[in-house]
């Protein structure tokens, strides 16, 4: 509104200044007289002052009418397109000039001006792969996702311009959380530009979120040969990929391609800990304990974990304490201090009914980085040496309020998983959980605070003694070990 009235304002004041000018000039006195091949001509300043525009006027006829000239000389020697250059330069002059000024708006964030602009190059030029998408992204930038959804489709017609076409249509419909769409989008751009690194990612993105692991593992290695992902990433993200196409490896009716798929993935990366527990649970199917064995001793020696303790204990699940104290041994030869190592050893001591072993193997863990694991293993230390029921309690109490120790977290989001996936169900990132101590200590275990309960059985407590009033509380029986931490859990 205000820009309106400025111009009506600016138009009446030229206006003005133009009949002050010609009044000026027919009351000025004097002539000018031009004499030329005996003709005398006498004009005044205000005839003068018309004279000099309409010789301009003529001047600029006569050069137009000499460009039209040269150009049908040159159309009659053969240039077909003479004729039609010569009308259309005006309109690529100015059709020019609007695409550098819808550029300049864009590029200043002025969605509006550089639509408006845009439509004016699109009316003037004839050119689609400029000016289509041109106003494609002015009109995302001014909010019009329909407009700009029909460019992108107009820009679909070309060949050299379908893969901007079909890329703007993704990032729109990943804009609008259409991931089907989006996910069609994107296999028919790789189609068309399979180096493509930003449309890998995506569509790698889309896949896992979907959980198509065999068409993600094609997208990963269609990476690995553009040379955009180094060889030791893709031996990782190709291990998770393919665990998840062994999810069902432990299946009656699985086939024997996804029995050796864990298999597979456990050779590509040993140190993947789910690959390693899968791959072992599928030659205990098959009655292979040696490579069973292999299996874990390899990926305990590279991370030790609770659940590579619990597929070993499976190897052999009938055994004496004794005896499995003796083969766990083996497995946790490499990494005797590790704090797995000693909780792990503990429980068997504690299985075996060798407390004193348990407290040794346990060492100063409760006190120096006490878990709910820790000391409840500490709690079941003083109850089988005897010591008194406050005693005890009192280890189960810190329990109830202690950290739960080491859980599956994203390096991304610090989220907490109960279980390890290949992707964060709080962020959506892939291969981003790792087994580390979270920062906060509050929430369910990981683990369930588990304290592999095929290796801790029940066992009869002491008898308690007799206190004087007030009768102390009954005390059970049997102590569960794996009871005292669900209880702190």
């Given at each position: 509104?205000?820009?309106?009235?400025?111009?009506?304002?600016?138009?009446?004041a030229?206006?003005?200044?133009?009949?002050l000018g010609?009044?000026?000039?027919?009351?000025?006195g004097?002539a000018?007289?031009?004499t030329?091949a005996?003709w005398?001509?006498?004009?005044?300043?205000?005839?003068?002052l018309?004279?000099?525009?309409?010789l301009?006027?003529?001047?600029?006829?006569?050069m137009?009418?000499?460009?039209l000239?040269?150009?049908?000389?040159?159309?009659?020697?053969?240039?077909?397109?003479?004729i039609?250059?010569?009308?259309?330069?005006?309109?690529?002059?100015k059709g020019?000039?609007a695409?550098?000024?819808?550029?300049?708006?864009?590029?200043?964030?002025?969605?509006?001006?550089?639509?408006?602009?845009?439509?004016?190059?699109?009316?003037?030029?004839?050119d689609?792969a400029?000016?289509t998408?041109l106003v494609?992204?002015?009109?995302?930038?001014?909010?019009?996702?329909a407009?700009?959804?029909e460019?992108?489709k107009?820009m679909?017609?070309?060949?050299?311009?379908?893969?901007v076409g079909?890329?703007?249509?993704?990032?729109?419909?990943l804009a609008?959380?259409?991931?089907?769409?989006?996910?069609?989008?994107a296999?028919?751009?790789?189609?068309?530009?399979?180096?493509?690194?930003e449309?890998?990612?995506i569509?790698?993105r889309l896949?896992?979120?979907?959980?198509?692991?065999?068409?993600?593992?094609?997208?990963l290695?269609?990476?690995?040969?553009a040379?955009?992902?180094?060889?030791?990433?893709?031996r990782?993200?190709?291990?998770?990929?393919?665990?998840?196409?062994?999810?069902?490896?432990?299946d009656?009716?699985a086939?024997?391609?996804?029995?050796?798929a864990?298999?597979?993935?456990?050779?590509?990366?040993?140190?993947?800990?789910p690959?390693?527990?899968?791959?072992a649970?599928s030659?205990?199917?098959?009655?292979?304990?040696?490579?069973a064995?292999?299996?874990?001793?390899?990926?305990?020696?590279?991370k030790?974990?609770?659940?590579?303790?619990?597929?070993?204990?499976?190897?052999?699940?009938?055994?004496?304490?004794?005896?499995?104290?003796?083969?766990?041994?083996t497995?946790?030869?490499?990494?005797?201090?590790h704090?797995?190592?000693?909780?792990?050893?503990?429980e068997?001591?504690?299985?075996a009914?060798?407390?004193?072993a348990?407290?040794?193997?346990?060492?100063?863990?409760?006190e120096?980085?006490?878990?709910?694991?820790?000391?409840?293993?500490?709690?079941?230390i003083?109850?089988?040496q005897?010591a008194?029921?406050?005693?005890?309690?009192g280890w189960?109490a810190?329990?109830?309020?202690?950290p739960r120790?080491?859980r599956?977290?994203?390096?991304?989001?610090?989220?907490?998983?109960?279980?390890?996936?290949p992707i964060c169900?709080n962020?959506?990132g892939?291969d981003t959980?790792?087994w580390r101590?979270?920062?906060?200590?509050?929430?369910p275990?990981?683990?369930?605070a588990?304290?592999?309960?095929?290796?801790v059985?029940?066992?009869?407590?002491?008898?308690?003694e007799?206190e004087?009033?007030?009768?102390?509380p009954?005390?059970?029986?049997?102590?569960?070990?794996e009871?005292i931490?669900?209880?702190g859990?």
């Amino acid at each position: 509104m205000l820009w309106s009235l400025t111009k009506v304002l600016v138009f009446v004041a030229v206006l003005a200044l133009l009949t002050l000018g010609a009044t000026f000039l027919l009351e000025a006195g004097g002539a000018v007289r031009i004499t030329a091949a005996g003709w005398e001509l006498s004009l005044g300043p205000l005839q003068l002052l018309i004279g000099v525009l309409v010789l301009i006027v003529v001047l600029w006829l006569v050069m137009k009418a000499v460009g039209l000239l040269v150009a049908v000389l040159r159309f009659a020697n053969g240039d077909e397109t003479a004729i039609s250059r010569y009308f259309d330069r005006n309109r690529e002059r100015k059709g020019y000039q609007a695409l550098s000024e819808g550029l300049l708006a864009l590029a200043a964030g002025e969605g509006r001006l550089a639509l408006a602009r845009a439509r004016k190059a699109e009316y003037y030029l004839d050119d689609p792969a400029l000016t289509t998408l041109l106003v494609a992204q002015a009109a995302e930038a001014a909010g019009d996702t329909a407009r700009a959804s029909e460019a992108y489709k107009d820009m679909l017609a070309a060949p050299h311009t379908r893969f901007v076409g079909i890329r703007g249509l993704l990032q729109q419909k990943l804009a609008e959380g259409d991931t089907a769409t989006a996910l069609k989008l994107a296999e028919k751009a790789i189609e068309l530009r399979p180096k493509h690194t930003e449309t890998q990612d995506i569509l790698l993105r889309l896949q896992t979120e979907q959980r198509d692991w065999k068409g993600a593992r094609a997208t990963l290695g269609a990476k690995l040969k553009a040379g955009t992902l180094p060889k030791d990433v893709y031996r990782r993200r190709d291990a998770v990929l393919a665990l998840q196409l062994a999810a069902t490896v432990l299946d009656e009716d699985a086939t024997i391609e996804a029995r050796e798929a864990a298999i597979e993935a456990n050779k590509q990366s040993p140190d993947l800990i789910p690959a390693a527990v899968m791959a072992a649970r599928s030659y205990i199917n098959k009655d292979n304990a040696k490579n069973a064995t292999r299996v874990l001793k390899k990926a305990w020696d590279a991370k030790p974990h609770p659940d590579l303790a619990a597929a070993f204990a499976e190897i052999v699940p009938d055994e004496s304490p004794e005896a499995r104290i003796k083969r766990f041994k083996t497995l946790v030869a490499n990494h005797p201090d590790h704090e797995e190592t000693r909780l792990l050893m503990a429980e068997l001591y504690i299985t075996a009914e060798d407390f004193p072993a348990a407290r040794r193997s346990l060492g100063d863990l409760a006190e120096k980085h006490p878990t709910q694991r820790s000391i409840a293993i500490m709690a079941a230390i003083e109850r089988g040496q005897g010591a008194d029921d406050a005693v005890v309690r009192g280890w189960m109490a810190r329990a109830l309020t202690a950290p739960r120790g080491a859980r599956w977290c994203c390096d991304r989001c610090q989220a907490i998983h109960a279980k390890w996936d290949p992707i964060c169900e709080n962020c959506g990132g892939f291969d981003t959980l790792s087994w580390r101590e979270p920062p906060e200590t509050f929430g369910p275990s990981a683990t369930g605070a588990e304290l592999l309960p095929l290796l801790v059985k029940d066992r009869p407590a002491p008898a308690p003694e007799p206190e004087p009033t007030p009768p102390p509380p009954p005390e059970p029986e049997v102590i569960d070990l794996e009871a005292i931490v669900r209880r702190g859990g």
